[in-house]
C-alpha cells in the first residue's frame, strides 16, 4: 500500500551469487531496488553490465509490448536459484523465469516459460541479452563478438553460441569474457531467429556492428503458442574473469577466453537440464531435446522425448499478477494539462481540485504500480482527496493562488510532516519528520495538494538511475530504460501525467538530466533562490531544490510560492528576496533573445560514449537561437578552474540536518553514511572512512570558495575564450548573455545495469552555484527528447527563464509520452486503493559481492555464505583504577576471524577509536581513557554515557549507548 506510515521487511534482498573463479553475479531480482528482471547487474570484472533481461513481442494488442519484462517478484532460494513468484501477463501471454547459477563451472542458466492463456494462437517473440560493453571514444572498453559456434565472428541460425571480449587478441581481456549459449544450431527448428539492438526495437533494428550500440546484444527466437500452449527457452551465460599482461597463472591473456569457450562448447552438446521436471524439458523451444539425450554426456538422464514428453503435461507457473486499473472516477482529463489551465477550468467552474486529484489518483493506480509500473511514487498520500475538497472550499471562500488546488508531488528527501521522509533508502524506512521543508510548507500554504512523496534513487547519489529501495524508477518514454539521476521519479510523475508538477533537487545532474530525459522544464538556481532548510543532504552547500514542469509558465508559477528568503536557511538565502523577480511570470517574453550574445564550445558537445546521434541534433537545435533574434557565438571552452576544496560535505550536510531534527533514528552521520540496510552495492565494507565534521577553518574556506567559484563564471561570460561568430568565423569580441550546454550528449540505456546511463556532461553551474535552465530543445536520432541548458552569470535567474522562454515559443519542443494513456471514465465515487511490494530489505551481510568458496561446490551441496557479526557484550561500565573504563567486544562462531572497528563517542565528540581483530567465538576487552570533560563530570560523581559504534568488513553495524560510571 503506497500510504503514509511504516513499512514491513521481509529477509532477503538483492543478491550476489559467488562462482570459484572469483567473480560474482549481481541478479536484479524482487529485492531493493526491486528491478525483478532477472538480468545481471553486474559481475565483478565487468563481464556483464545489465545483461540476461528479456524483452517480448506478441501478436496481441498489449500496452509494454517489446519492452523489458519485469515483475516477476523473483525470489531468492540460496545458494544459486532464482523462482519467479508470479507469472507476468504480455497480451494474453503468461511469462515466467527461473534461475541457476553452477558456481563451480562459472556459469548461469534462465528458463523462461510462456503460456498462452487465451483462446487465440499467439506469435510470440523474445529476445534474451542485454549490454556487455560501454562505448568509449577509444573503443577499448567496447564488448567485441570474437568468436561464435561456427569459428566466425558472425552471429546467426548456424550459432549454438558466442562469446564477446575486450581487446583483441593475442592482447588480454581487459574486463571479463563471456558467453551466451542459446540452443542449438539449424537446421534444427527452433534456431536462433535473429539478433538485433536490444537497446532499441531490438525486433527491428539489427544488431551495430561498432561502437557504443554494439554492446547491445539480443538474441531472438519466435514461439507460435497454440491456445492453451506453454512453451520454454533455456539460455546459458558462462563468464570469466579478467586478464592481465602477466605470463603465468589463470589470467595470461588467453586462458580466460579459451576457459569461457570451452565451457560454452561443453553446454552445446551436454546442456545441464538434469533438474528440470520432463514437463519443463518437454516444452524446451530453442533445444534439439532428442539430438540432446543421444548425446555420450547425457544431459538429461534416464529420459525418452518420444516416450515421456506426451504424459508429461505442461509445466507449472505461478498465478498471474492482477491487472491495474484501465478506468477513472473523474470527469476530467489531466492529460497534458498545464497548472496555468487547471487553474483556468477549476475559476470557470467546469472542474474542481477533488475532479482533479482523483484523476491523479486513479492513473498513479492505473500506471505507477503493478508489474510494468513506473515506481515514480514512494508514497501516495492517505488525505490526498481531503486537501482537495480543502481546497475547493478555500475557492469558494475567495482564496487564490497559482497553485491552489494543484496536485503535485514531492522527491522523497524533502520533510513533509504528513508522510514519511525515506531519501530513497531503507535507512530511512517510517522516519515522519515533525515539520515541512520550507518549499513544501510554502506550497501547502499556497493551496497545493501534496499528492504524495516521488521516488529517488538512494541518497541521491550516482546521478545515472532512480534505483530507490521503495522500487527503481522506470522512464516515461521508454519504460525499459533509467529515467536518469535522482530525481527521476518527479520527472516521471510528471511527464506520465501523475501529477501537475514536481518537486526534485540537484547536486550534479538530478534536475536537468531525468528533466531532459522527459521532455521537461527545470531551473537550477542561483544558491539561495530557494531554501534548503528540510531537505535531506547529500554535499552541503552544493545541493539545491528546485520544480520540474510541462511548461515555462507552470515553472514560473511554483517558482513564485517557493523562493525567497527563509529565516530557517537565513545564512543563504538571505539576499533571495531581494534578488528574485516580484512574479515569475513576468520575466516569460518572447523577446528576451533579441540582441543577446549566446556562446557554446565544441568540447561541452561531445559524446563520452562515442556517440553523435544526440549531439548532432542539439547544435542542429541552435539555430532557434538565432531565429529568435540572438547572436551565436562559439568559443573555446569554460570558465578558469574553481580550485579545490577540503573536508566531507556529504558528512557536514548530515550534521546539519541532525541538529534540526532531534527524532531522527541517527544522531551521528558515521551511522547514516556507513549504514547496512543501504543497497548492497552501495555499503560500506570498512566503516566509515571519511574525515568527519569539517572544521570552522574548512567551512569558511568552501563558503569562500563558492563565492568566487560564481565570480569566475562572471569573469567567463565577461570575456570569454576565442570568440567567433558562429555563422561567419571571424571575431566577435564582447561579452555573453548566457552559455548553451547540452542536455544528455546520448542516448539513454537500459535500467538494470550499473554502467554509465548516459552520456554525462555537467555545466559549471553546481560547483559554482550559479544558475542554469533546462528546457525541451530537439529529439536525438532514436526519437527520445533531449533538452538544452543555458549557464549565466549569479542571480541572473530571471533572465535564463525569459531566454528559455523565448527559444520555448519558437521551437515548441516538448513532447508527452505515450506510455500512459487515457483511461476510460467509469462512475466510481470511491477513489482506488494504490498497491505497492513490501520492500524487501537488505540482507546486512556479506557487504558487496561475497568472496568465491573457499572449495568449490560440488553439486546438489549449498554453500552458504557466513554472517560475519560482532557484538558488544557491555551496557555498563566503571573506571578501574588506572582511570579507564572496559568494553568487551565479542566475534561469532563460524567464521576465521572479526575484524571491527570501535568508534567511541560522547555527544559528537570523538572519545576512542581503534581497529580489534578478533578470532571466531572469541570476546576481546578495549580499554579506553576517559576524554577530559568526561573526567570531569565522573569526578564530580556523575554518570556519563558513550556512544559506541562497531563497523567494518562483514560487519553487522551496531550501535550502543554504554554507561560509564565513576570508581567508587
Known amino acids: 500500500m503506497l500510504a503514509a506510515g511504516g513499512l514491513a521487511s521481509s529477509a532477503h534482498a538483492y543478491n550476489y551469487v559467488p562462482s570459484s573463479n572469483g567473480e560474482s553475479w549481481g541478479v536484479q531480482d524482487a529485492a531493493a531496488p526491486r528491478v525483478d528482471t532477472g538480468s545481471i547487474r553486474d559481475t565483478t570484472s565487468n563481464a556483464l553490465t545489465g545483461f540476461g533481461g528479456i524483452r517480448v513481442k506478441v501478436s496481441t494488442d498489449a500496452l509494454r509490448n517489446g519492452e523489458l519484462v519485469r515483475g516477476f517478484g523473483l525470489r531468492f532460494d540460496p545458494p544459486e536459484r532464482f523462482t519467479s513468484t508470479t507469472a507476468v501477463d504480455m497480451g494474453g501471454v503468461a511469462i515466467s523465469r527461473q534461475m541457476r547459477f553452477n558456481r563451480t563451472a562459472n556459469w548461469g542458466r534462465w528458463l523462461d516459460t510462456f503460456k498462452n492463456t487465451t483462446d487465440a494462437p499467439i506469435t510470440v517473440d523474445v529476445s534474451f541479452g542485454g549490454q556487455t560493453g560501454?562505448?568509449?571514444?577509444?573503443?577499448?572498453?567496447?564488448?567485441?563478438?570474437?568468436?561464435?559456434?561456427?569459428?566466425?565472428?558472425?552471429?546467426?541460425?548456424a550459432d549454438s553460441w558466442a562469446l564477446t571480449r575486450f581487446g583483441t587478441a593475442p592482447a588480454p581481456s581487459t574486463r571479463a569474457p563471456s558467453a551466451i549459449v542459446f540452443g542449438s544450431a539449424a537446421p534444427y527448428g527452433g534456431a536462433l531467429t535473429r539478433t538485433g539492438n536490444f537497446r532499441e526495437r531490438t525486433f527491428t533494428e539489427p544488431r551495430a556492428a561498432a561502437g557504443h550500440d554494439s554492446n547491445f546484444i539480443g538474441y531472438e527466437h519466435r514461439l507460435v503458442l497454440q491456445p492453451g500452449q506453454t512453451r520454454t527457452l533455456a539460455h546459458f551465460v558462462v563468464i570469466g574473469t579478467a586478464e592481465n599482461s602477466s605470463t603465468?597463472?589463470?589470467?595470461?591473456?588467453?586462458?580466460?577466453?579459451?576457459?569461457?569457450r570451452s565451457t560454452a562448447q561443453s553446454l552445446t552438446t551436454a546442456p545441464s537440464f538434469n533438474d528440470l521436471t520432463k514437463a519443463e524439458i518437454c516444452a524446451l523451444a530453442n533445444w534439439d531435446v532428442a539430438a540432446i539425450t543421444t548425446t555420450p554426456?547425457?544431459?538429461?538422464?534416464?529420459?525418452?522425448?518420444?516416450?515421456?514428453?506426451?504424459?508429461?503435461?505442461?509445466?507449472?507457473?505461478?498465478?498471474?499478477?492482477?491487472?491495474?486499473?484501465?478506468?477513472?472516477?473523474?470527469?476530467?482529463?489531466?492529460?497534458?494539462?498545464?497548472?496555468?489551465?487547471?487553474?483556468?477550468?477549476?475559476?470557470?467552474?467546469?472542474?474542481?481540485?477533488?475532479?482533479?486529484?482523483?484523476?491523479?489518483?486513479?492513473?498513479?493506480?492505473?500506471?505507477?504500480?503493478?508489474?510494468?509500473?513506473?515506481?515514480?511514487?514512494?508514497?501516495?498520500?492517505?488525505?490526498?482527496?481531503?486537501?482537495?475538497?480543502?481546497?475547493?472550499?478555500?475557492?469558494?471562500?475567495?482564496?487564490?493562488?497559482?497553485?491552489?488546488?494543484?496536485?503535485?508531488?514531492?522527491?522523497?528527501?524533502?520533510?513533509?510532516?504528513?508522510?514519511?521522509?525515506?531519501?530513497?533508502?531503507?535507512?530511512?524506512?517510517?522516519?515522519?519528520?515533525?515539520?515541512?521543508?520550507?518549499?513544501?510548507?510554502?506550497?501547502?500554504?499556497?493551496?497545493?495538494?501534496?499528492?504524495?512523496?516521488?521516488?529517488?534513487?538512494?541518497?541521491?547519489?550516482?546521478?545515472?538511475?532512480?534505483?530507490?529501495?521503495?522500487?527503481?524508477?522506470w522512464n516515461a518514454f521508454s519504460p525499459s530504460k533509467s529515467a536518469l539521476a535522482s530525481s527521476g521519479g518527479p520527472a516521471v510523475a510528471t511527464a506520465a501525467d501523475l501529477a501537475a508538477g514536481s518537486l526534485g533537487s540537484q547536486t550534479g545532474d538530478s534536475l536537468y538530466a531525468p528533466a531532459s530525459a522527459a521532455s521537461l522544464y527545470t531551473l537550477r538556481g542561483t544558491d539561495g533562490m530557494e531554501s534548503l532548510a528540510g531537505l535531506m543532504p547529500l554535499s552541503w552547500l552544493q545541493d539545491y531544490g528546485g520544480a520540474i514542469t510541462r511548461s515555462m509558465e507552470d515553472l514560473a508559477d511554483i517558482l513564485d510560492i517557493t523562493t525567497g528568503t527563509d529565516p530557517r536557511d537565513a545564512e543563504r538565502t538571505a539576499e533571495a528576496d531581494a534578488r528574485r523577480p516580484k512574479e515569475w511570470r513576468d520575466t516569460l517574453d518572447p523577446d528576451a533573445l533579441k540582441g543577446k550574445r549566446i556562446g557554446y564550445y565544441d568540447a561541452a558537445f561531445v559524446d563520452p560514449f562515442g556517440t553523435t546521434g544526440t549531439t548532432d541534433a542539439q547544435k542542429a537545435t541552435l539555430k532557434v537561437f538565432e531565429d529568435a533574434g540572438a547572436t551565436l557565438v562559439k568559443i573555446t571552452g569554460g570558465p578558469a578552474s574553481f580550485g579545490s576544496v577540503v573536508g566531507d560535505r556529504a558528512f557536514q550536510g548530515w550534521v546539519e540536518y541532525i541538529k534540526t531534527h532531534p527524532n531522527l533514528p541517527y544522531q551521528d552521520a558515521r551511522e547514516i553514511l556507513a549504514n547496512q540496510k543501504r543497497l548492497p552495492y552501495r555499503r560500506s565494507a570498512n566503516g566509515y572512512t571519511g574525515t568527519g565534521a569539517m572544521t570552522e577553518t574548512q567551512i569558511a574556506a568552501y563558503k569562500k570558495y563558492r563565492a568566487d567559484a560564481k565570480l569566475r563564471v562572471g569573469e567567463w561570460l565577461d570575456t570569454p575564450p576565442t570568440p567567433t561568430d558562429a555563422d561567419t568565423g571571424q571575431p566577435s569580441p564582447g561579452a555573453l548573455d548566457a552559455v548553451v550546454f547540452p542536455g544528455l550528449r546520448s542516448t539513454i540505456s537500459l535500467n538494470d545495469g550499473n554502467a554509465a546511463a548516459f552520456g554525462r556532461g555537467d555545466p559549471p553551474t553546481n560547483s559554482a552555484g550559479a544558475p542554469s535552465v533546462s528546457f525541451p530543445a530537439t529529439t536525438n536520432d532514436d526519437g527520445e527528447p533531449t533538452n538544452l541548458q543555458l549557464v549565466g552569470r549569479a542571480w541572473d535567474d530571471g533572465k535564463l527563464m525569459g531566454y528559455a522562454y523565448a527559444f520555448d515559443r519558437i521551437a515548441k519542443a516538448h513532447v508527452a509520452p505515450t506510455t500512459a494513456p487515457k483511461l476510460a471514465f467509469r462512475a466510481d465515487p470511491t477513489p482506488p486503493v494504490i498497491d505497492q511490494p513490501t520492500p524487501i530489505a537488505p540482507q546486512p551481510s556479506p557487504i558487496g559481492p561475497p568472496p568465491a568458496p573457499a572449495a568449490p561446490p560440488t553439486a546438489g551441496t549449498p554453500v552458504a555464505t557466513p554472517l560475519r557479526t560482532v557484538r558488544l557484550t557491555t551496557r555498563t561500565v566503571t573506571l578501574d583504577s588506572k582511570g579507564r573504563f572496559a568494553l568487551k567486544v565479542s566475534c561469532a562462531k563460524g567464521v576465521s576471524s572479526c575484524r571491527v572497528r570501535v568508534l567511541v563517542r560522547r555527544g559528537s565528540a570523538p572519545v576512542a577509536s581503534r581497529t580489534l581483530t578478533i578470532r571466531a567465538g572469541r570476546t576481546v576487552t578495549m580499554r579506553v581513557r576517559p576524554s577530559a570533560s568526561m573526567r570531569r563530570s565522573l569526578l564530580r560523581g556523575r554518570t556519563v554515557t558513550v556512544k559506541v559504534s562497531l563497523s567494518g568488513a562483514g560487519v553487522k553495524g551496531v550501535t550502543a549507548n554504554v554507561k560509564v560510571r565513576p570508581r567508587r
Not at 603465468?248 to 569461457?260: D, I, N
Not at 481540485?353 to 508514497?379: E, K
Not at 521516488?455 to 532512480?466: K, R
Open 297 to 473: 554426456a547425457g544431459a538429461i538422464p534416464a529420459f525418452d522425448a518420444a516416450a515421456d514428453c506426451p504424459p508429461a503435461g505442461a509445466p507449472a507457473m505461478p498465478s498471474t499478477a492482477a491487472a491495474t486499473p484501465t478506468t477513472t472516477g473523474s470527469t476530467y482529463d489531466v492529460m497534458g494539462k498545464s497548472i496555468g489551465t487547471m487553474q483556468a477550468d477549476m475559476a470557470a467552474g467546469r472542474t474542481t481540485s477533488q475532479q482533479i486529484t482523483r484523476a491523479y489518483l486513479d492513473r498513479i493506480a492505473a500506471y505507477d504500480v503493478g508489474p510494468f509500473g513506473f515506481n515514480s511514487y514512494t508514497t501516495v498520500a492517505k488525505d490526498a482527496m481531503a486537501q482537495a475538497k480543502a481546497a475547493d472550499d478555500a475557492r469558494a471562500a475567495g482564496k487564490r493562488s497559482p497553485v491552489l488546488g494543484i496536485p503535485l508531488t514531492i522527491k522523497d528527501l524533502y520533510d513533509t510532516k504528513d508522510m514519511p521522509t525515506t531519501n530513497g533508502s531503507l535507512v530511512f524506512e517510517g522516519y515522519q519528520p515533525p515539520d515541512d521543508a520550507t518549499s513544501v510548507a510554502r506550497l501547502r500554504a499556497a493551496g497545493a495538494i501534496i499528492l504524495g512523496k516521488a521516488s529517488l534513487e538512494e541518497y541521491a547519489l550516482s546521478g545515472q538511475y532512480s534505483d530507490s529501495a521503495f522500487g527503481i524508477v
Open 134 to 157: 560501454v562505448g568509449n571514444t577509444s573503443g577499448s572498453t567496447n564488448g567485441i563478438v570474437s568468436d561464435t559456434s561456427s569459428g566466425d565472428a558472425t552471429i546467426n541460425g
Open 248 to 260: 603465468t597463472g589463470p589470467t595470461v591473456a588467453g586462458t580466460q577466453v579459451a576457459a569461457v
